[in-house]
């Protein structure tokens, strides 16, 4: 079936410092990506996503490349901000049938320190 | 706008009590989903909905069941609640195609 793997956490950056967060996944057909944030005591929100190769995703200065090649949807910004800190999944969604589970990683904990 | 809404946000259980975790959509969304979280720990996929009637069962079903009557509610059922099931659900919506899945903000559940 669909997987996701996902970089091992927990990660400590220092204030406009670069992250990556790594993902690649496993999966038939042509899934959707995406990228979804967890603060502190609340549930998930999307931060960006991809549905079809080369597709870019971005937001929040946060951007992501489907790369069907390396099935990989790596996670990246360029200077991090301590509210930045939270839990990081990436998940895709099947593209037919009962492969139209949402599947996600394990999830990445962020922490940036000032 | 409401969104996803689960209810309650806090329960304490005994071992072998039953449990309805209520979840409603007011997007019209086809897809419904529930998820376990546990402590520092990835998202499972318990059971799905892809319309009403219709529900599949996820990764970890084992303990649970669901129902999905209608478009906008796909309520969970916990039967003889175990410590195993201490945990923070979570319930999400989405449509169909390549639309992404909303969350609610989830409800932790104990058993003790």
């Known amino acids: 079936g669909d997987s996701v793997t996902q970089m091992e956490g927990p990660v400590t950056l220092s204030e406009e410092a670069f992250l990556t967060i790594n993902c690649t996944y496993t999966?038939?057909?042509?899934?959707?990506l995406f990228w979804y944030v967890q603060y502190p005591g609340e549930g998930l929100q999307l931060l960006l996503k991809?549905?079809?190769?080369?597709d870019k995703g971005s937001n929040k200065g946060f951007e992501a490349t489907y790369r069907k090649e390396t099935t990989s949807f790596h996670l990246e910004k360029g200077s991090v901000q301590v509210s930045d800190s939270a839990v990081y999944f990436c998940?895709?969604?099947?593209?037919?049938?009962?492969?139209?589970?949402?599947?996600f990683g394990s999830g990445t904990q962020l922490t940036v320190l000032p | 706008n409401a969104g996803v809404t689960q209810t309650p946000k806090f329960r304490i259980l005994k071992i072998g009590q039953s449990m309805t975790l209520q979840c409603a959509q007011d997007?019209?969304?086809?897809?419904m989903y529930w998820y376990r979280q546990d402590p520092g720990m990835g998202l499972k996929l318990i059971y799905y909905?892809?319309?009403?009637?219709?529900?599949d069962k996820g990764e970890v079903p084992n303990g649970y069941n669901v129902s999905r009557s209608t478009t906008e509610d796909f309520p969970l059922r916990l039967e003889l609640a175990a410590p195993s099931q201490t945990s923070v659900y979570f319930c999400?919506?989405?449509?169909?195609?390549?639309?992404?899945?909303?969350f609610g903000q989830g409800t932790r559940l104990t058993v003790v």
């Open positions: 999400a919506s989405g449509g169909t195609g390549n639309t992404e899945a909303f």
């Open positions: 999966a038939t057909g042509y899934p959707s």
């Open positions: 991809a549905t079809k190769a080369d």
């Open positions: 997007m019209n969304h086809n897809y």
């Open positions: 909905s892809v319309g009403a009637g219709i529900t």
């Open positions: 998940a895709l969604k099947g593209s037919s049938g009962s492969a139209r589970q949402l599947t």
